[in-house]
Each structure stands twice: as structure tokens, then as C-alpha cells.
């Protein structure tokens, strides 16, 4: 009879498979106000071994302040048993308790930490066509954040050996470096639409196809803007909002979804509940790179129920500078 135990004839799930390889990436760490306080340098796989999977985590937290004490592991490597499925893939400790839902690339996990004394809601994304992984956590005493950590990944086959690879890593890093304490800032004077397809899958983890999106974006002023969402396909939906923001608080004001959302970095997530009906949007929208092309994962709830989980990425087409100099004569 199947089960959720390894075997030797068992094959690796489909986002095991997608995460073969060693990936680095230098998470930025935030408070719970959404202040930027450091680093923490990770080098991480997830090892297929047929009766086995091993997720280790290898961590150089290079931050100040409280957080530290609190997160810091003093070089110890951070090694656990994974119980890996297209179903569920269940975290054996010690150091992570928990489990994670598979939707195709996208794992959304949620998890106790007993070294760190936090509970995490983790989201991890594989993009291929980018060499990506869009990762953040939310981590938790009970219903109250703590800290946020999020950032991107690259992945590499034989970074140990390969003078490339190694050198591809620094490079990426550096980079991120500078780019993971940017702001959640969307366009402030230049109306454009964001274009892509999202793959949609439903609450029982089936992929029903892709949705495709159009969002049609126009300033008001310095601070919000006008925005139309078509979204065609696996979901039908066409919604208009305007949203504002104030500091990293991001506000949707109706007539069609009202809503807000707060922003850690270049990561903002958000909730957006549509006017009349039981149905709601919870996002986490991510700025990828500084052309403001957007990393979406989006879950839709119907009365209070998952209904859909939906991800993919936006491209931005930049439009008319509508918030030009003025002058009087």
C-alpha cells in the first residue's frame, strides 16, 4: 500500500526534482516593523537518497541587535529528515517540525522552529526560466511576528569544484547585497501594465491550468495609483482598486477590493477582500529585479476556504510619464 514513507523504488517528488542542486542566497533579515538589520548567508540542499531525504542548511547570520541573539546557531549546521511526497513534504526535526504543500515549484510550508522558538510560514517558488528561488518566512509566537526573512537564490551542480560556479555565486551575491534592501516602491510617476501567466492549482494541490493576468497601472499622485487587474483562463476575474501607500503600509481602497498589506524590503504581503462577496486574496508579491517585473503568489479563499493557489511572473511595460513637471504662467 502507498504511503508517505521512503523506499528504495520510490522516486523523488516533482519539486524535490526541481530543487536538485546546492543553492546560496543572502536572505535579508527584518524586524517586525519591516526595519532591515542584516544578512544571514545560506548555502542549502534538499538530498534525494531513495530510502532517505536530508535537508541541510549551512547559515552565516551576519547581523546586530536583538535578532541575533535569538537566531544566531554559532556555525552549527542545520540537518533534518524530510518525509518527501507530491502530497506533503513533512519535516522530521530536529531542527524544523512541520510540513510543507507542494503546488507543482512552489512549496508553502508551514513549521516550529524549537532552536529559534518561532513558528514559520515559508514559501519557497522555483522560477526556471530565471535560475531562481523566491524564498521568504514569516516567523511567529503563535499569531505574533517576530521577524521576516526573505531573499533570492541561485543554484549550482558542483559549486565545490567548479572556479565558474563559485564565481557566478560571489557575483550574485554581491549583488544581492544591494538590491535585497530595496523597497517595495511599485512605479511613482510612469503608468504601465504588468503582463504574464500564473499556473493555477486548486485545494487539493491539481494543477487546473494557467490564468492569464493584465494589470493596468496609473499614478494619481507620488503615493497611489489606479489599478485594474484582467485575470482570463483557469481563473476568471476582472477587479479595480486604488491603492496607497504610506511608509511600508499598502493600502487597497475599493470600490472592487479593499484591503492592506505591509512590505518587508522588496517582498510586500497583503490581503485583499472583494466588496460583496466571501472571497478574498492573500498575496506576496516580490520585485525580482530593478525593472519592477513582479514575483506573484497569490491564494484565493472562498468563504474562508483555499480555493485557488496561483503563481507565476508579471512583466512590466513602462508607459507615459503621467506625473510630469507643472507650471504656472
Known sequence: MPDNKQSS?????????????????????????????????????????????????????QNSGPLRNRFDTAGARFEFGVIDSDKDRIYCGPDFVGAGKPYGLLVDSNYYS???????????????EHGLQVYSSQLFEADTLVAVFNGLYVVTQDHA?????????????AAERQAAIQPFILPVKEAGQWTG????????QQRLGQTHIVIDYQPLNLRSAEVTVRMTGAIERCFNYKRSRVDAVHTFEGPDVFGNGR??????????????????????????????DLCGVWQFYQSNDELYTCFG???????ANVLSAKYIK
Open 9 to 61: 523504488e520510490q522516486q523523488p517528488s516533482k519539486f524535490q526534482q526541481a530543487i536538485t542542486g546546492e543553492w546560496h542566497g543572502l536572505p535579508s533579515v527584518f524586524d517586525a516593523n519591516g526595519s532591515h538589520t542584516g544578512f544571514n548567508k545560506v548555502n542549502r540542499a534538499s538530498v534525494f537518497e531513495g530510502d532517505k531525504v536530508t535537508y541541510w542548511m549551512e547559515t552565516d547570520f
Open 114 to 128: 524549537p532552536g529559534w522558538n518561532t513558528d514559520l510560514r515559508t514559501v519557497n517558488l522555483i522560477l526556471p
Open 161 to 173: 569544484n567548479n572556479p565558474a560556479e563559485q564565481q557566478k555565486v560571489a557575483d550574485f551575491l
Open 197 to 204: 501567466s500564473f499556473e493555477v492549482y486548486d485545494n487539493k
Open 263 to 292: 512590505a518587508y524590503g522588496r517582498y510586500l504581503w497583503s490581503t485583499q477582500h472583494f466588496y460583496g462577496e466571501a472571497f478574498k486574496l492573500k498575496s506576496r508579491d516580490t520585485l525580482i529585479n530593478d525593472k519592477f
Open 313 to 319: 511572473v508579471l512583466d512590466w511595460t513602462p508607459g
